[in-house]
């Protein structure tokens, strides 16, 4: 169909949008006047010392000061708060004169209500054809939601801090309660004993005790949960006083470790597995010469290692022992020994020997444990306690995990110990 002139001569749709030249020719009817006047930042030029030449509405707008305000009457640094006014004299304007430029500087600037706006600044030194600085360009970026988002980070950042705090100060007591107030004091035996933390985080497991059984004869044990935190915190609860519960029902350390297995197995749900290592044992005096008869059963537990008052030291043999809490009928395993006056016991759990050393990052391992102790035999329960706690801090963050340690030691009254 033929248009007619009448049809040619009709106005455009006015809903129809404007096609790209059209926009295109929008944007080169814009001044570069406008363009200045009405930037999304602020600018401003100075002279020199810093008067106020020329100065955009955008930034007028920030401030609410008249173009008359400022331009020929104020100088920049006057529209700084007093902290923003002493940084530009003494690092900004320094720095600005050196360099010719400066750019991404936080500042506040002053409105005329009295008012705070923070900005970022970049200036720039304008020259002449021989060179000479003539005026500075000021660009001006309104900064006020990057302060809120700071703000509002660096809010979250303390909060988080507190609660952190809040949890290290809850752990830190939950661990106190899980390991006795002091050790019982055994006549003719000296005892030791260190924990020590990897983690300020978290409740570790490891746990260990010595208290009074019948009449001359003590029970002692050191063991380690699986797991960490409120979990692992409850298992080393039950299993601490499930031992000393069964201990006095019947002494036999095996017994005593089987109770506590079928205690744990009972409470594992098929999802929430609830097993520990643990060495358990029974101390009496042995005769008049002053040694004392012990026995030791171990569920899964690292050996103990036997420091003898002739300067060897071995570990306890205990193959074979059985995790406790994972099977109803765990095996476990036995020693009888006699610990002699001058000889020592050392117990201790698995965060020793996995730490990694800060030469090769390599697991410690067990037999460079019994090379260290071998090393410090003879020696009494606080110096082999001494020595390990020295032996822990070498590893720095190494230990990963909690450790736990704890030796009994035979005085030999005939000459000193060594320490």
């Known amino acids: 169909m033929c248009r007619t002139d009448g049809d040619q001569d009709s106005d455009p749709d006015p809903e129809e949008p404007p096609d790209d030249d059209q926009a295109f020719s929008a944007l080169l009817e814009d001044s570069i ?74 500042l506040e600037l002053r409105a005329a209500d009295g008012s705070r706006l923070p900005v970022l600044v970049t200036s720039t030194v304008k020259t002449g054809g021989d060179g000479q600085p003539l005026l500075i360009r000021t660009t001006v970026f309104d900064a006020r939601d990057r302060r809120a988002y700071e703000q509002e980070l660096l809010r979250t ?79 080393t609860s039950l299993a601490r006083y499930t031992l000393r519960a069964a201990a006095v029902y019947d002494p036999d350390p095996a017994v005593v470790l089987s109770n506590l297995n079928t205690v744990l197995n009972h409470e594992h749900d098929g999802t929430d597995p609830r097993f520990c290592t643990v060495i358990f044992g029974r101390l009496s005096p042995d005769g008049d010469q002053g040694g004392f008869r012990i026995t030791l059963a171990s569920g899964g537990h690292p050996p103990a290692l036997l420091l003898r008052a002739d300067g060897t030291a071995d570990h306890l043999p205990t193959p074979g022992g059985q995790l406790i809490g994972v099977l ?9 020994f006699r610990l002699d006056p001058g000889d020592t016991l050392l117990l201790h759990t698995d965060g020793l020997t996995e730490a990694r050393t800060a030469v090769r990052g390599e697991r410690y391992g067990d037999e460079a444990l019994l090379d260290f102790v071998r090393a410090l035999a003879p020696t009494t329960a606080q110096g082999a306690v001494a020595a390990v706690r020295d032996l822990l801090d070498t590893f720095g963050t190494g230990v990963d995990d909690d450790t736990a340690v704890l030796a009994v030691h035979v005085p030999r009254a005939d000459r000193e110990e060594h320490q």
């Not at 109803?328 to 009888?336: E, L, W």
Request: charged residues 20%; proline residues 4%; hydrophobic residues 40%.
């Open 328 to 336: 109803p009928d765990a095996y476990i395993a036995t020693i009888t």
């Open 157 to 235: 950042r303390r909060e988080a801090e507190r609660e952190r705090e809040r949890l290290q100060q809850l752990a830190a007591t939950l661990q106190k309660t899980l390991l006795p107030p002091a050790l019982e004091n055994v006549p003719g035996l000296d005892v030791a004993a260190h924990y020590h933390i990897a983690s300020v985080d978290e409740v570790g497991g490891d746990f260990y005790d010595l208290f009074p059984l019948a009449a001359g004869t003590w029970g002692l044990f050191l063991g380690d949960v699986c797991g960490k935190g409120a979990e692992a915190a409850a298992v």
């Open 33 to 106: 006047e406008d363009l200045y006047e009405n930037a999304p930042c602020g600018y401003l030029s100075t002279l020199l010392d810093g008067q106020i030449a020329k100065v955009n509405t955008t930034l007028l707008n920030w401030l609410g000061y008249k173009r008359t305000d400022l331009v020929g009457r104020r100088k920049f640094s006057d529209l700084l708060t007093v902290g923003g006014r002493l940084y530009h004299e003494t690092h900004f304007a320094p720095l600005l004169r050196m360099q010719g430029e400066i750019s991404g500087i936080a």
